[in-house]
């Protein structure tokens, strides 16, 4: 905050200089300082408020004398805050901060080369990150140099196609097998998350979808649960930040089991006996005893003490969402059923994903063979 010289405040950006004149100043987007002299406070101060306005939302400076750092934060700022969703926003300025700004952050935006890009690129994959954390990260950049020549800031992105990824190393997805299912099923019915894990893994929700649900969107008389939105808890904000689905498929409604239908009766049971409850969050089929709905993060530490305990491989809720998916291929569900119950906007990404078959189901299928007498069952008795 600045001063006059009787040491009373003027407000963030103006100051009194010993001459007698008022300083009002300054830095535009592309990271320049910008300052004039006044007069009056008054006519520094509508000058400031101006010129501000102008810098971001007038026409933006020339790309010659810009800077990465200064044209990401107006367009992170200006553009995508107001057309893309809070979390992504959020995901955007992490990736940027943590993998991007140290490299080419203070570099002028028509300056930057394709080399460049794909340090950033092979300094990520050798310090560990996963590859999908560096293709986000790749995105990011296409997003925001693409959105550079759109505005006339660059000519041409530097994100060319030889700016490439790393070899992706297949990871297999954990799913639980039917006797791990079954230990944990009669395990675990001791801990306070129960209902909720059941309740995931009869479902194949999102654990955001789940810790989210609220009573508003159950159908008790249809037996439905209308998918609306997803919760996951801000431990920067310290708060919890609810939107819509990733994407307009993952609003779906999701039909009933009788299992899922006797655990939302009890919710709903509970709900009227509650005796701690943040108003805010009183609609909410999964509260804490704090009355605040649950954080990912400690189901999951609650699953691996429960898989400790059980002695079978560490898993977590998405894994929940894995395994419902794998017991509904083996039980030869409709692939275009099982895309609508997952929320995928594509059925290839659910065939991709969800294809997964336990060594238990290979073995069954296997045996099939033996009822088939062209393939020699008959030949092989006689041996």
Known sequence: ????????????????RKDGRY?????????????????????????????????????IVAGEEMTVNAWFEYWINNVKINTTKRNTVKNYK?????????????MIITQVKPLHLQQIINTMASEGYAVSTIQQTRLLMANF??????????????????VVLPKKQKKERRVLTLSEQTAFLEG?????????????????????????????????????????QSCEY???????????????????CIPMTDVVFNILNKQREKKATRKIVNLKYADFVFLSKKGVPLKNSSLDEQLAKIARELKIEKFSMHT???????RCIEAEVNPKT????????????????????????MKKEMEKLSEIPAMGVKWVSNL
């Open 94 to 106: 992490q990736r940027y901060t943590q993998n991007i700004k140290d490299y080419i952050g203070n």
């Open 188 to 228: 675990a019915q001791s801990y306070d998350n129960f209902p909720v894990f059941v309740f995931a893994l009869q479902t194949g929700m999102r654990a955001g979808e789940v810790i989210g649900l609220q009573f508003k969107d159950i159908d008790f008389g249809r037996r439905y649960i209308n998918v609306n």
């Open 23 to 59: 300083s009002a100043r300054y830095r535009d987007v592309a990271g320049r300082r910008r300052e004039k002299y006044f007069n009056k406070a008054s006519e520094a101060r509508e000058w400031l408020i101006n010129s501000r306005y102008v810098n971001l939302h007038g026409s």
């Open 145 to 162: 140099f693409n959105a550079a020549v759109d505005n006339d800031i660059i000519r041409n992105s530097p994100l060319k196609r030889t």
């Open 338 to 361: 099982l895309q609508t119950i997952l929320g995928h906007s594509d059925i290839s990404l659910t065939l991709n994903l969800y294809t997964h078959t336990t060594t238990e189901h």
């Open 1 to 16: 905050m600045g001063k006059d010289l009787r040491g009373k405040e003027l407000g963030e950006g103006i100051s009194q």
């Open 320 to 326: 929940f969402r894995h395994t419902f998916a794998t």
């Open 234 to 252: 801000d431990y920067k904000q310290k708060e919890f930040v609810c939107g819509s689905p990733k994407s307009e498929s993952g609003q779906r």
